[in-house]
């Protein structure tokens, strides 16, 4: 008879689970129901303590071929490039290779420090937090003119060079520390820092101190700058109505270099966070902190470094991209929640949705 019970007792919370799947899958094709325009939506729940590693798409990978979109397919996760980037800048501090609070003069390559002087920028003045929190004051070259001239020549091979000229030419310097502006101009500049301290080139100098080997991440890379994993999938096309844009006419160039340009799954975003805030990759518990730590009053800013940190009736650590990309962390439930929407107009109506009300189930079920 004990035995019996313990078995029950055993069965329940996986019963329990699988009902909650079930309604998740609900929900998602119930909004795609109401939104077809969005062409696909794919997302993962990555909730370990609860045993859930849970993937699901619905919607097509190519409007043109009508191509059912498989859950495993990789997508361009723009920036949300930047919470690697700044976990990766946070290791060096970690290894004692920088500090946070160290201004970027020395930091950057000659060619860069030239270009920002010549600009009138005081690099003593700006610091790697600065850049991390987007309060460098520095302007960034993402605007109106700037997709106008991705659109006129969407094949052009962009270099962080260009970009950074975009920035000299945008207008006169900020104050530094006093206000967030978002900008890739910042993340451009850490994945530098990044190069400068590890003599290697960012992509690959990332891999090493994101741990990719030791903790399994195999699908994700930098797209056109690392080779395409060979177990992989094909990209979904990811989509823009303003310029009428599909992400496979654009050369990825134009959002590359740190601020952008990773490919990676549902599933490996979910699970970089997850690692990312167990503790996996930056083992300095003070550190990790520091990454989910307001720099500017909350009430002007509520990006730390790297991340965004809300307060969704629960604590929330997120990061969105361009392309319709959203990743959600959330301490209290122990658990990571992945939204792609492949026509990213739809974002704003679909991911936030998802997001929220899937960690607020996982809260529920976890008490």
Same mark, same amino acid.
């Given at each position: 008879?004990?035995?019996?019970?313990?078995?029950? #007792?055993?069965?329940?919370?996986? %019963?329990?689970? $699988?009902?909650?799947?079930?309604?998740?899958?609900?929900?998602?094709? #119930?909004?795609? $129901?109401?939104?077809?325009?969005?062409?696909?939506?794919?997302?993962?729940?990555?909730? &370990?303590?609860?045993?859930? #590693?849970?993937?699901?798409?619905?919607?097509?990978?190519? %409007?043109?071929?009508?191509?059912?979109?498989?859950?495993?397919?990789?997508?361009?996760?723009?920036?949300?490039?930047?919470?690697?980037?700044?976990?990766?800048?946070?290791?060096?501090?970690?290894?004692?290779?920088?500090? *946070?609070?160290?201004?970027?003069? =020395?930091?950057?390559?000659?060619?860069?420090?030239?270009?920002?002087?010549?600009?009138?920028?005081?690099?003593?003045?700006?610091?790697?937090?600065?850049?991390?929190?987007?309060?460098?004051?520095?302007?960034?070259?993402?605007?109106?003119?700037?997709?106008?001239?991705?659109?006129?020549?969407? =094949?052009?091979?962009?270099?962080?060079?260009?970009?950074?000229?975009?920035?000299?030419?945008?207008?006169?310097?900020?104050?530094?520390? !006093?206000?967030?502006?978002?900008?890739?101009?910042?993340? *451009?500049?850490?994945?530098?820092?990044?190069?400068?301290?590890?003599?290697?080139?960012?992509?690959?100098?990332?891999?090493?101190?994101?741990?990719?080997?030791?903790?399994?991440?195999?699908?994700?890379?930098?797209?056109?700058?690392? !080779?395409? &994993?060979?177990?992989?999938?094909?990209?979904?096309?990811?989509?823009?109505?303003?310029?009428?844009?599909? #992400?496979?006419?654009?050369?990825?160039?134009?959002?590359?270099?740190?601020?952008?340009?990773? $490919?990676?799954?549902?599933?490996?975003?979910?699970?970089?966070?997850?690692?990312?805030?167990?503790?996996?990759?930056?083992?300095?518990?003070?550190?990790?902190?520091?990454?989910?730590?307001?720099?500017? &009053?909350?009430?002007?800013?509520?990006?730390?470094?790297?991340?965004?940190?809300?307060? *969704?009736?629960?604590?929330?650590?997120?990061?969105?991209?361009?392309?319709?990309?959203?990743?959600?962390?959330?301490?209290? $439930?122990?658990?990571?929640?992945?939204?792609?929407?492949?026509?990213?107009?739809?974002?704003? %109506?679909?991911?936030?949705?998802?997001?929220?009300?899937?960690?607020?189930? *996982?809260?529920?079920?976890?008490?």
């Amino acid at each position: 008879m004990k035995k019996w019970v313990s078995l029950v #007792s055993a069965l329940f919370p996986i %019963i329990g689970m $699988a009902q909650l799947q079930s309604v998740f899958q609900h929900k998602i094709d #119930s909004l795609y $129901a109401k939104h077809k325009d969005a062409v696909g939506i794919m997302v993962h729940v990555e909730s &370990p303590k609860q045993g859930v #590693s849970w993937s699901y798409a619905t919607g097509v990978s190519d %409007i043109k071929t009508g191509t059912a979109l498989k859950r495993e397919q990789p997508v361009l996760i723009a920036s949300n490039t930047k919470p690697y980037v700044a976990a990766a800048t946070l290791r060096l501090v970690e290894e004692g290779k920088i500090s *946070l609070d160290q201004p970027i003069e =020395k930091l950057l390559s000659k060619q860069t420090r030239q270009m920002f002087e010549k600009a009138s920028y005081d690099l003593n003045k700006i610091t790697v937090r600065h850049l991390l929190s987007h309060t460098s004051g520095i302007q960034d070259y993402v605007n109106d003119a700037y997709f106008e001239l991705v659109n006129e020549k969407p =094949k052009h091979i962009w270099t962080k060079e260009e970009q950074i000229k975009r920035s000299m030419q945008m207008g006169e310097p900020q104050k530094v520390g !006093e206000k967030f502006s978002y900008g890739d101009i910042n993340y *451009l500049l850490l994945a530098e820092i990044i190069e400068q301290k590890t003599n290697k080139v960012f992509y690959l100098a990332m891999r090493d101190l994101l741990k990719y080997k030791e903790l399994g991440l195999t699908e994700t890379w930098f797209i056109n700058l690392e !080779e395409y &994993p060979k177990q992989s999938m094909t990209l979904a096309h990811q989509y823009a109505n303003k310029y009428n844009w599909d #992400s496979y006419d654009l050369d990825p160039s134009w959002d590359l270099y740190g601020g952008g340009g990773i $490919a990676s799954t549902t599933k490996e975003s979910a699970l970089f966070f997850q690692y990312l805030f167990e503790g996996k990759i930056i083992k300095d518990k003070k550190l990790l902190q520091e990454m989910t730590t307001y720099v500017i &009053p909350a009430d002007q800013s509520k990006y730390c470094l790297g991340v965004f940190h809300f307060d *969704l009736g629960f604590n929330a650590y997120y990061h969105g991209g361009w392309w319709g990309t959203d990743v959600i962390y959330s301490p209290e $439930a122990d658990a990571t929640v992945t939204v792609f929407t492949l026509q990213k107009d739809f974002q704003h %109506i679909i991911n936030p949705y998802i997001g929220k009300e899937f960690l607020s189930l *996982l809260l529920k079920e976890k008490k």
